[in-house]
T-cell receptor, first 116, second 115 residues
Framework: AQKITQTQPGMFVQEKEAVTLDCTYD???????LFWYKQPSSGEMIFLIY??????QNATEGRYSLNFQKARKSANLVISASQLGDSAMYFC?????????????FGAGTRLFVKA | DADVTQTPRNRITKTGKRIMLECSQT?????MYWYRQDPGLGLRLIYY???????NKGEISDGYSVSRQAQAKFSLSLESAIPNQTALYFC??????????????FGPGTRLTVL
């Protein structure tokens, strides 16, 4: 079965420190894409970062990086130098196979609290 | 202006009422989606559409129907609302020819409460 698991319902981090949000996935498709989205309190979903299953290097976007460990089927999001504005809900998601997005599966999310 | 808009943004209704949530996009994308978000469950796909003539059920389509009136418009209807349909509803779009990752672009969400 295809599934995304986020085991941390809530996380706290001190401002300016780094934080890792965990994500594990399960799929039998050899080709897939992994995404992270941010949902601030206002509710909108904001695309953060993408990792393809065949990408050799971990994805990075500014302060966001994705720690991709294919053998372990994990795709953890690392946020460096946390800011108060990073307080939000974070969702890990997967597009299994070459589906063009219509089978995107989302995890339950992790709520991140950044402390001043 | 936002690329994906949803109306209404908030709605409170009573059990048994018919409700329509509307989604419009100016991105020119061919694919559109409706999701619902519940605490602890993430987003779950209700329906998706690849073009005006193509409508497909998602994971949790029971109790919902959709209409793709045009490439830019995708409506979600609750024929007879029930309290467990209280949730945050998202419309999203994607296009195989835009973005290197087929990522989805989300509307701002509609918070629906069924009393």
């Amino acid at each position: 079965a295809q599934k995304i698991t986020q085991t941390q319902p809530g996380m706290f981090v001190q401002e300016k420190e780094a934080v890792t949000l965990d994500c594990t996935y399960d799929t039998s498709d050899p080709s897939y894409g992994l995404f992270w989205y941010k949902q601030p309190s206002s509710g909108e979903m904001i695309f953060l970062i993408y990792q393809g299953s065949y990408d050799q290097q971990n994805a990075t976007e500014g302060r966001y990086s994705l720690n991709f460990q294919k053998a372990r089927k994990s795709a953890n999001l690392v946020i460096s130098a946390s800011q108060l504005g990073d307080s939000a809900m974070y969702f890990c998601a997967m597009n299994p196979g070459d589906t063009g997005g219509f089978k995107t599966i989302f995890g339950a999310g992790t709520r991140l609290f950044v402390k001043a | 202006d936002a690329d994906v808009t949803q109306t209404p943004r908030n709605r409170i209704t009573k059990t048994g009422k018919r409700i329509m949530l509307e989604c419009s996009q100016t991105k020119g994308h061919d694919r559109m989606y409706w999701y619902r978000q519940d605490p602890g469950l993430g987003l779950r796909l209700i329906y998706y559409s690849f073009d005006v003539k193509d409508i497909n059920k998602g994971e949790i389509s029971d109790g919902y129907s959709v209409s793709r009136q045009a490439q830019a418009k995708f409506s979600l209807s609750l024929e007879s609302a029930i309290p467990n349909q209280t949730a945050l509803y998202f419309c999203a779009t994607s296009d195989m020819n835009e973005g290197p990752h087929n990522e989805q672009f989300f509307g701002p969400g509609t918070r629906l409460t069924v009393l």
